[in-house]
């Protein structure tokens, strides 16, 4: 056994990993590659600072987490599922009634191991897309709040290698390792999904991400959490638990920049967006062009609108649909229909297709249903500055890459235009390289003094686990 790794204290769990050898032995090569990775691809020049974290002891919904300084190396990343439920069964598809399964089903082995990869590549991802953001933070809180994501997202790494260590064998440890050696934007070895190797290169987009792409880690993880495979299902439950705060970052990190901005058009009387960017502060077109782009590219990572590896993972009772046990209807879906868009004589029309094919579709439709009520919850900000402005999702074929909407030149209005239309005007939609040069020369350097907030963004309501918005989130050593 190496030193460095205390099983009992070092590693909180509740998988009985003090007395579990095979487990052990597979960690034991893989913590140091771990390390290794963090060390390279974590946070950029991190690793003295003490920062007051927030981390997961057990599974008690009362008292789950601890708050303290720790050094990010020494964040203990854990191992948690949350508490079996006694007579669990598989709840949808060919299988409904049977025992949920507490070891991987022989025949559903390789798609099971799939879905546990794709989901565990999206941790390290956005931990190296975020990397440098350290060094133009706007304040303490919001530093803080970007390596509590980080390390949780470690964790959740963590949560998919457990799964593949435990349960799959030569082949999930082979896998576990290639989880550490994937990057981001790698154009040899990149992440699995696209959006996970788009740059997110300040911190308008990280707060994008984290509303618009955690979500779907909320959603999916959702899904998986009504799995048949209870390791899995009792896994994703717990990293919910941890995910809330991640959209919670991003919901109120878009919304404090937009309140920014409306405060100070409103107070200058200016709508211009070079006048409000003359301000300092991120013009509402600038905001909503990132806006399209997240979106978009978010919407691609739900899959096919028709997807046969979708209605396969539901009828053999691996993934569920979004809060599969509190819909009424058979869990079965062999009978069942669902309108998927699709783009025919220029014009978008909606198909009645199987609901079984159509997955991938109706849970997208869930997100967006999500989404839409975020997206309001900013606009109340403008509203509250007497603004005219108000911030949109764009259509749902806008800029996709993914499914029957890929290759189709819409408009975020939904209109289909010719490509040469879309490339003309293509910058007032999404962003191009000057608005990202506006915004990065906005959060050139970063604000560290306590209570102090960078001039583009409003500070928040209240402060971190009760504590004052001036207080020392981050110790620098
Ligand atoms: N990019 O039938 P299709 C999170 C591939 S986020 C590239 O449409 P399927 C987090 C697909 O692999 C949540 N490729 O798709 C957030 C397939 O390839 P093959 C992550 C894509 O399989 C923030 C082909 O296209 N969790 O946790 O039904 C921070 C046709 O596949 C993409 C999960 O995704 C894409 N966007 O659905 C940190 C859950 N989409 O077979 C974390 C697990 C599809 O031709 N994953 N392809 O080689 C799944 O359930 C499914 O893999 C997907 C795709 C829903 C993603």
Redesign the pocket.
């Known amino acids: 056994m190496t030193s460095n790794v205390d099983y009992g204290d070092k590693i909180p769990n509740n998988v009985d990993l003090g007395r579990d050898r095979v487990l052990q032995r597979a960690l034991e090569h893989w913590q140091p590659a771990y390390m290794g990775w963090w060390y390279d691809m974590g946070p950029t020049a991190s690793s003295a600072h003490e920062v007051y974290l927030r981390t997961a002891i057990s599974v008690d919904p009362e008292g789950w987490a601890h708050f303290g300084y720790v050094r990010m190396p020494e964040y203990r990343w854990g191992i948690f599922l949350a508490p079996p439920t006694a007579g669990r069964e598989v709840n949808f598809g060919i299988n409904k009634g049977r025992p949920a399964w507490q070891d991987v089903p022989g025949e559903y082995r390789s798609p099971l191991r799939r ?1 546990i990869v ?2 565990g590549d ?2 390290p991802a ?1 931990v190296e897309q975020q990397r440098m953001l350290g060094m133009s933070c706007p304040s303490l809180y919001d530093l803080r709040n970007i390596y509590q994501v980080n390390v949780e ?1 470690g964790r ?1 790494l963590w949560a998919m290698v457990y799964l593949l260590h435990r349960y799959f064998g030569r082949d999930g440890r082979e896998e576990a390792e290639a989880l550490l050696e994937r990057r981001s934007g790698d154009e040899d070895n990149p992440r ?4 996970f190797n788009e740059p997110t290169p300040d911190w308008l987009a990280f707060y994008m991400f984290t509303f618009f ?2 979500r ?2 909320k959603f ?2 959702s899904s ?1 959490a009504e799995s048949g495979f209870d390791p899995l299902a009792r896994t994703c439950r717990f990293m919910l638990t941890e995910e809330a705060h991640h959209m919670f970052v991003g919901e109120t990190g878009v919304g404090r920049i937009v309140k920014r901005t409306a405060d100070v058009m409103a107070e200058h009387k200016v709508d211009d967006p070079d006048h409000v960017r003359a301000l300092g502060v991120i013009d509402l077109q600038t905001i909503q062009r990132y806006l399209n782009f997240h979106y978009s590219v978010t919407l ?5 609108d028709v ?4 209605a396969t ?1 539901y009828s053999c009772g691996l ?1 569920g649909r979004y809060g599969e046990t509190k819909l009424d209807d058979d869990h079965l879906l062999t009978e069942a229909t669902y309108a998927v868009g699709e783009v025919a004589d220029g014009r978008v029309v909606n198909r009645e297709v199987p609901a079984l094919s159509a997955l ?1 579709e109706r849970l997208r439709d869930d997100y967006i249903a999500e989404v839409q009520a975020g997206v309001d919850r900013w606009n109340r900000h403008i509203e509250r500055a007497g603004l005219p402005f108000r911030l949109q999702l764009p259509h749902k074929g806008f800029n996709r890459a ?1 499914g029957t909407f890929a290759g189709q030149h819409m408009t975020p209005a939904g209109e289909v235009v010719s490509e040469d239309e879309w490339r003309a005007r293509r910058s007032r939609w999404m962003p191009g390289e000057k608005d990202y040069a506006f915004v990065q020369a906005l959060m050139s350097g970063r604000v560290v003094e306590p209570g102090k907030f960078a001039n583009w963004i409003a500070p928040p309501r209240t402060g971190i686990n009760n504590q004052p918005l001036d207080f020392e989130y981050v110790r620098f050593n």
């Open positions: 879905i794709t989901q999206t941790e956005s997202e959740h699995i999904l696209g959006a792409t955690d779907d880690g999916q993880l998986l691609d990572l739900f899959g096919s997807s046969s590896n979708a993972y993934k991938n993914i």
